[in-house]
Antibody, heavy 119, light 112 residues
Framework: QVTLKESGPGMLQPSKTLSLTCSFS??????????VSWIRQPSGKSLEWLAA???????YYNPSLKSRLTVSKDTSNTQVFLKITSVDIADTATYYC???????????WGQGTLVTVSS | DIVMTQAPLSVSVTPGESASISCRSS???????????VYWYLQKPGKSPQLLIY???NLASGVPDRFSGSGSETDFTLKISRVEAEDVGIYYC?????????FGGGTKLELK
């Protein structure tokens, strides 16, 4: 059974660095074709893809946010991390991690973690 | 970035009737390998999105066959036959042809 779960600080102040963790089970990120992405959704708005890391350790970023994003994974291939620097109120959103394999679509999603940026 | 545009913004459907949602991409999503990289997701109230259709017309695992996807290179349709109460939510189209993956603005389905 594939599961993903996001964790984060809940709330942080503007200009700080947001650190998010995606813990998953039921698959290995080292399996060929596997990709874990970060996607966010401000309240009442659509989805925005942020970054991804694949089975080969290759990293992909949304060009609009690339300078602020860092995606990584742990050596056991059971967690993926995302750091967003210099957060602003506009970064307030629910952050999801999702699994894709060979572009068959984001078939598995975590429950999401709400991050509020506020002073 | 590839822009995905959905219509309508909302649709109200009588249970048991059919509903169609449209999505248009700013460039062709047909790859030279013959696969069209468009996807449909449903986000039920308070829940995470779930995959309905992958690669334009393939039903994701566990999705009722009341759902179907079709289209061309830039124009796509999600059809829901015999709408049920559990189909209420926001439907999103998305593309995986190019990075970054992008999504449409969403179409809200409500029951009459």
């Amino acid at each position: 059974q594939v599961t993903l779960k996001e964790s984060g600080p809940g709330m942080l102040q503007p200009s700080k660095t947001l650190s998010l963790t995606c813990s998953f089970s039921g698959f290995s990120l080292s399996t060929s074709g596997m990709v874990v992405s970060w996607i966010r959704q401000p309240s009442g708005k659509s989805l925005e893809w942020l970054a991804a890391i694949d089975w080969d350790g290759d990293k992909y970023y949304n060009p609009s946010l690339k300078s602020r994003l860092t995606v990584s994974k742990d050596t056991s291939n059971t967690q993926v991390f995302l750091k967003i620097t210099s957060v602003d109120i506009a970064d307030t959103a629910t952050y999801y991690c999702a699994r894709n394999r060979y572009n068959w679509g984001f078939a598995y999603w975590g429950q999401g973690t709400l991050v509020t940026v506020s002073s | 970035d590839i822009v995905m545009t959905q219509a309508p913004l909302s649709v109200s459907v009588t249970p048991g009737e059919s509903a169609s949602i449209s999505c248009r991409s700013s460039k062709s999503l047909l790859h030279s390998n013959g696969i069209t990289y468009v996807y449909w997701y449903l986000q039920k109230p308070g829940k995470s999105p779930q995959l309905l259709i992958y690669r334009m017309s393939n039903l994701a695992s566990g999705v009722p066959d009341r759902f179907s996807g079709s289209g061309s290179e830039t124009d796509f349709t999600l059809k829901i036959s015999r709408v049920e109460a559990e189909d209420v939510g926001i439907y999103y189209c998305g593309q995986l042809l190019e990075n970054p993956p992008t999504f449409g603005g969403g179409t809200k389905l409500e029951l009459k």
